[in-house]
């Protein structure tokens, strides 16, 4: 079984994060893949969790995640069968890194079984690039947001105006 394990720390509230992570047909700002809902979250969970299915294209390798279970510091999601690779389920765990909650810590673990005739050093390289590359996005999508928002209030509070 391959595992991978990435950490990054996002500089948004655990609440904005989450919601980030489960807008299933903007991930592509973060991803290398086209991704679309399919299914909407089943009655009474959160928007984009617990029963929503979402399609994935990367290149001609088309599948369906899952979302298993969603609350607002978990996410847990599998790959729909045995293809592209079997076994395969993501946990995302996202935590305050101080009491104010400006800052998230997101620990995001992969597990899958690669196919027989692809070597797990190999998979586990691009699957890992891939997935750090995006977690690097997601904190750069943050950064900017935040930075392009302290600028407004900064430009704002010089004149004596609110933004």
Known sequence: MITINVTQQVLAPVAQVNQALLEHSKLDRFFNAKIKRVKSESDGELVGGKGAVRQISIGKIVFEERII????????????????????QGDIRLTPLADDNKTTQLDYVIKFNSPKWLPDFLLKFFVERDIVNAMKKL????????????????????????T
């Open 139 to 162: 904190a750069l999508h943050f950064s900017v947001e935040h930075s392009a928002t302290a600028g407004a209030l900064k430009v704002g509070s010089s004149t004596g105006e609110s």
């Open 69 to 88: 279970s969603a609350s607002i510091e978990h996410i847990c999601y599998r790959i729909v069968g045995n293809w592209p690779v079997s076994d395969h």
